[in-house]
């Protein structure tokens, strides 16, 4: 296995080319680094140099130690770059959904992986700052990341899963520290969990409230107030924004029909999924799939 990194540009997008789980590495960046988007979760970490990240956020001035998580799907890019060196982690969402599943359940890693880039209008991107000591020891983690890059993989998957757990779980600590939608005191109720996944797993299904409430034995109310505190959003806004997701993947990894798509995560009409759709993304699901699209793949 060579040191080259496992990501492929296909216009705008970037995916894994050879089944690789996790990766980090550092990218320097000049001027400007045009808007992409990804097919994986991916953290970015200043390292040093400035620039500005340009997303659905808005447009942030970076400094050294800052970190910003993405959601598969989510749009970005920066500007105005001057030596503006990123340590980049990129991991799959096989491993996110097979291997670090358990984290879930985690108070500080839930919110970093799950629920904290869906909170409130984050749309999938989750920012923090790292002081010194963490930025340190996350730089740590990074490296052994990145050197395992040359060492076979079937040997070394757990390598991976463990050294990609550690630096999680320092940026997680900081961000339970720092942000103030994140509960750290208690982990996320089971009964969210549950919905979580009964949601995930049957998206086309017309799900309402009132049955995901029935489904778990509890009062619609109560169900409403669990998932607001673990999450910042009622079960349904949930759901909407891991349709979207859904619907952005299959956007870019298929070419099935853009009705045939709204249908298949759960939203029959046309007009209220391309209205759900810009509201995340802040563009069309056409003009999406057009500027993203992997359809030109060589």
Same mark, same amino acid.
């Given at each position: 296995?060579?040191?080259?990194?496992?990501?492929?540009?296909?216009?705008?997008?970037?995916?894994?080319?050879?089944?690789?789980?996790?990766?980090?590495?550092?990218?320097?960046?000049?001027?400007?680094?045009?808007?992409?988007?990804?097919?994986?979760?991916?953290?970015?970490?200043?390292?040093?140099?400035?620039?500005?990240?340009?997303? #659905?956020? %808005?447009?942030?001035? &970076? @400094?050294?130690?800052? $970190?910003?998580?993405? =959601?598969?799907? !989510?749009?970005?890019?920066?500007?105005?770059?001057?030596?503006?060196?990123?340590?980049?982690?990129?991991?799959?969402?096989?491993?996110?959904?097979?291997?670090?599943?358990?984290?879930?359940?985690?108070?500080?890693?839930?919110?970093?992986?799950?629920?904290?880039?869906?909170?409130?209008?984050?749309?999938?991107?989750?920012?923090?700052?790292?002081?010194?000591?963490?930025?340190?020891?996350?730089?740590?983690? #990074?490296? %052994?990341?990145?050197? &395992? @890059?040359?060492?076979? $993989?079937?040997?070394? =998957?757990?390598? !991976?899963?463990?050294?990609?757990?550690?630096?999680?779980?320092?940026?997680?600590?900081?961000?339970?520290?720092?942000?103030?939608?994140?509960?750290?005191?208690?982990?996320?109720?089971?009964?969210?969990?549950?919905?979580?996944?009964?949601?995930?797993?049957?998206?086309?299904?017309?799900?309402?409230?009132?049955?995901?409430?029935?489904?778990?034995?509890?009062?619609?109310?109560?169900?409403?107030?669990?998932?607001?505190?673990?999450?910042?959003?009622?079960?349904?806004?949930?759901?909407?924004?891991? =349709?979207?997701?859904?619907?952005?993947?299959?956007?870019?990894?298929?070419?099935?029909?853009?009705?045939?798509?709204?249908?298949?995560?759960?939203?029959?009409?046309?007009?209220?999924?391309?209205?759900?759709?810009?509201?995340?993304?802040?563009?069309?699901?056409?003009?999406?799939?057009?500027?993203?699209?992997?359809?030109?793949?060589?």
């Amino acid at each position: 296995m060579t040191d080259d990194p496992p990501v492929e540009n296909t216009r705008t997008l970037l995916h894994f080319i050879d089944g690789s789980l996790a990766y980090a590495g550092h990218y320097l960046h000049e001027g400007l680094h045009p808007v992409h988007t990804h097919s994986f979760v991916e953290i970015a970490v200043v390292m040093s140099g400035s620039g500005v990240h340009h997303s #659905l956020a %808005g447009r942030r001035q &970076l @400094r050294v130690g800052d $970190a910003m998580l993405l =959601r598969p799907g !989510v749009w970005h890019g920066y500007e105005d770059c001057d030596h503006l060196d990123l340590y980049n982690c990129c991991f799959s969402t096989e491993l996110l959904r097979r291997e670090l599943s358990w984290t879930r359940q985690d108070p500080q890693l839930g919110h970093l992986l799950w629920t904290g880039p869906y909170a409130g209008q984050r749309r999938g991107i989750l920012t923090t700052h790292l002081p010194g000591d963490a930025l340190t020891a996350c730089l740590e983690h #990074l490296d %052994g990341l990145q050197k &395992l @890059r040359t060492q076979p $993989a079937p040997d070394h =998957r757990g390598d !991976v899963v463990g050294r990609l757990t550690l630096f999680l779980s320092i940026l997680a600590r900081v961000v339970a520290a720092t942000d103030a939608r994140s509960d750290a005191a208690a982990g996320t109720h089971a009964a969210v969990l549950d919905a979580m996944h009964m949601m995930e797993d049957r998206p086309a299904h017309q799900w309402t409230l009132t049955e995901l409430a029935a489904e778990l034995h509890l009062a619609p109310g109560y169900l409403v107030r669990l998932f607001k505190a673990a999450t910042g959003l009622p079960p349904m806004a949930y759901l909407s924004r891991f =349709r979207v997701e859904l619907a952005a993947a299959r956007l870019l990894h298929t070419d099935q029909p853009i009705n045939r798509i709204g249908e298949s995560v759960g939203w029959p009409d046309q007009n209220y999924f391309a209205r759900r759709f810009k509201s995340h993304y802040g563009l069309t699901a056409s003009t999406y799939r057009t500027r993203f699209t992997q359809a030109h793949k060589s």
